[in-house]
């Protein structure tokens, strides 16, 4: 596909996947060593090698080649698979350029974690870095990197902010099975109710049904999801006669603003099989987030969802005052390893060779 990128991480070949997903390697990377590694119950070829790197005060570094004032998904994965044989599970941050993305925790050498961002690209290229190890040492199994077309994520803040997935669900799911690529043409992973319903759905009223149709959906507008997501959904009560309403808002305990809120899919959805997507915006949550669909006191049936997105606004960090003065000057020198640190020169680590002063916005303050 157009726009896809996906790194299989100390890997030995490039192929493609049963997906039809097209995997190359990093063996063009000059940094870290490589490790063979097996989980039970995974067989993918990307979850197979990892590359890690040494625990040390240094940033490690991918940098990709991406198109200006465009979006992309960006997704890292990590599966330990106790690689380095000492059964230390590792605690790492990983970055975005100068932005600090999250801290990876390793908490079951067999389960695989995984990263997502929504980012606008506001240089020619995005850079991937991990660093500060506190626990084991730092490493990486896959990163994907998907172009969006058009207003996708589009918000008012996205030169302020990235967006950082904090949850998408199909609801009324078939099977414990994710959807993503083919079905939908980004590859975003919708996770099944059923696999999470402990977490995800833990309380329905009477009534309440999983259905489901064949009938395509028009799904070419807002976030466009795709059309096998919102062929599922979980409804209260499923039928709805002409002369019946189906009304619905947003419980959050302790908000009431936003419980004010109503669905009314009769009212605002314009056609039956078309997709309707009200939403929040820039919104506190807690921590925990508990939260209910219930019908309004007028309405004849119950609440309808057929999927959800939640993300978290991840300050930007535009870096080291210098960094467009040392990209310029490391272009010179595209054959020398220490020309090929990546990232800025500064945050979240300094570049080996380089000193920079403590400012919000650093600047170098001496080579060697």
């Known amino acids: 596909m157009p726009g896809f990128v996906s790194v299989d991480c100390g890997g030995n070949e490039s192929y493609t996947d049963e997906l039809g997903l097209e995997w190359t390697l990093d063996s063009q990377f000059v940094y870290g060593e490589t490790a063979i590694i097996s989980a039970p119950n995974e067989n993918r070829k990307q979850y197979m090698t990892v590359r890690y790197f040494p625990a040390d005060n240094r940033k490690y570094c991918y940098t990709f080649n991406v198109t200006v004032r465009t979006r992309y998904l960006v997704r890292t994965s990590f599966l330990y698979g106790n690689f380095d044989e000492s059964n230390v599970y590792p605690k790492f941050d990983i970055s975005i350029g100068a932005s600090h993305w999250t801290t990876i925790v390793i908490y079951d050498a067999n389960t695989i974690v995984t990263h997502e961002v929504v980012i606008l690209a506001t240089a020619p290229t995005i850079s991937i870095c991990v660093s500060n190890a506190t626990t084991g040492e730092p490493f990486i199994s896959t990163i994907e990197l998907r172009q969006f077309n058009g207003s996708l994520y589009h918000t008012d803040f996205e030169t302020q902010f990235f967006l950082s997935l904090s949850a998408r669900i199909n609801f009324g799911a078939e099977t414990n099975e994710s959807v993503r690529y083919p079905d939908d043409p980004y590859d975003r992973i919708w996770e099944s109710d059923s696999l999470k319903r402990a977490n995800y759905l833990v309380d329905v009223a009477a009534g ?161």
């Open 208 to 368: 309440t049904q999983r259905i489901s149709t064949t009938v395509p959906i028009d799904v070419n507008s807002d976030e466009r999801p795709p059309s096998k997501v919102m062929q599922t959904a979980v409804v209260g009560q499923n039928d709805l006669k002409s002369d019946e309403i189906r009304k619905f808002r947003l419980v959050l305990p302790g908000n009431k603003e936003l419980t004010h809120l109503i669905v009314n899919v009769e009212e605002n959805a314009q056609r039956k099989y078309q997709l309707y997507e009200p939403g929040s915006y820039n919104i506190s949550l807690p921590f925990v987030l508990s939260f209910a669909f219930k019908k309004t006191n007028d309405s004849s049936k119950g609440p309808i969802l057929n999927a959800f997105e939640i993300y978290k606004y991840m300050e930007i960090n535009y870096g080291s005052l210098d960094a467009l003065t040392m990209e310029s000057f490391v272009s010179h020198y595209p054959k020398e390893v220490w020309a090929q640190e990546g990232g800025d020169p500064c945050l979240p680590a300094p570049w080996s060779w380089v000193q920079c002063n403590s400012d919000p916005q650093p600047q170098i303050v001496s080579m060697y």
